[in-house]
Nanobody, 128 residues
Framework: VQLQASGGGLVQAGGSLRLSCAFSGRTFTFSRSAMGWFRQAPGKEREIVAAISRSGLSTYYADSVKGRFTTSRDNAKNTVYLQMNSLKPEETAVYYC????????????????????WGQGTQVTVSS
């Protein structure tokens, strides 16, 4: 099982980025997993940004990103996305995608400990 996150980079405040996370592997079914996006800034704890249910019909967003970030998934492509708009300098962090293969159909796990598989992270830097 491998989760490969991409799409990070350097952007000015107010700009946008779209992160992607592609799943690969045999023993794990992407479409049966809830997916989450987390971020970790230097010196800070990892925090959840967004989560999406197995079907993609339900989503969760941290209060700090509501209205600016959107997560979606394409189960046919085994990929989950995070569209980030109106980025702020304080959102500079390494962004991680993660998978919870034990989530219920409508589950939106919010704790990092709920997720079994993690991507390697992609750096997002927002300049002021």
């Amino acid at each position: 099982v491998q989760l490969q996150a991409s799409g990070g980079g350097l952007v000015q405040a107010g700009g946008s980025l779209r992160l992607s996370c592609a799943f690969s592997g045999r023993t794990f079914t992407f479409s049966r997993s809830a997916m989450g996006w987390f971020r970790q800034a230097p010196g800070k704890e990892r925090e959840i940004v967004a989560a999406i249910s197995r079907s993609g019909l339900s989503t969760y967003y941290a209060d700090s990103v509501k209205g600016r970030f959107t997560t979606s998934r394409d189960n046919a492509k085994n990929t989950v996305y995070l569209q980030m708009n109106s980025l702020k300098p304080e959102e500079t962090a390494v962004y991680y995608c993660a998978a919870d293969p034990q989530a219920i159909l409508t589950g939106l796990p919010k704790l990092a400990s709920s997720y079994v598989y993690w991507g390697q992270g992609t750096q997002v830097t927002v300049s002021s």
